[in-house]
């Protein structure tokens, strides 16, 4: 369980670099960007 956090906090991670070079609405970069950070410490804290 704890790889598939991480590798979901990687994918949002990628998602929020994605959205920022389009200039995505800040609002949507920092809702994923928050999703990303809490997938990788759950997966982080469960290894």
Known sequence: MA???IFLGLFFA???????KQEKPRSVI???GFASAMCLAA???RY
């Not at 990628?14 to 920022?20: C, K, R």
């Open 3 to 5: 790889s598939v956090l």
């Open 14 to 20: 990628a998602g929020v670099w994605s959205f920022w």
């Open 30 to 32: 920092l809702v994923l």
């Open 43 to 45: 997966g982080i804290m």
